[in-house]
């Protein structure tokens, strides 16, 4: 959707409230997995405060694009920009390859690889 992607990881206590768990990796694990994989310019934490934003005034990206999965996440940051009277582009990817990479997959096969060593 562009050529600079910045990334805003998840804090633990946003996944614990909105998934009922406790995530596999610590925030920090997942930031420093994304930032070594890659695949983003740049990543950081998202707000302790869920909905402050910060990222996208400090960025101020031309397009802003939600996971598959992350519908009401989208639809604050929309009523949250018109608010701010801000006007930038939003949209929903598709999710990639889920028969591989569901995140439910994922963890499942690295808690049975962790209980085999």
Not at 17 to 24: D, E, S
Not at 93 to 107: D, M, T
């Amino acid at each position: 959707m562009g050529d600079f992607l910045i990334a805003s990881v998840a804090r633990d206590a946003f996944v614990l409230k909105t998934k009922g768990g406790k995530p596999v990796h610590s925030e920090q694990e997942r930031l420093r997995h994304l930032l070594h994989i890659g695949l983003v310019d740049e990543a950081s934490l998202s707000d302790p405060v869920p909905g402050a934003y910060s990222i996208v005034l400090r960025s101020k990206p031309d397009i802003v694009c939600f996971g598959h999965d992350q519908v009401a996440l989208r639809e604050n940051l929309t009523s949250w920009l018109r608010n701010q009277d801000l006007h930038l582009q939003t949209c929903t990817l598709k999710a990639y390859r889920p028969e591989k990479y569901k995140s439910s997959k994922l963890n499942r096969k690295e808690k049975g690889a962790v209980r085999s060593e």
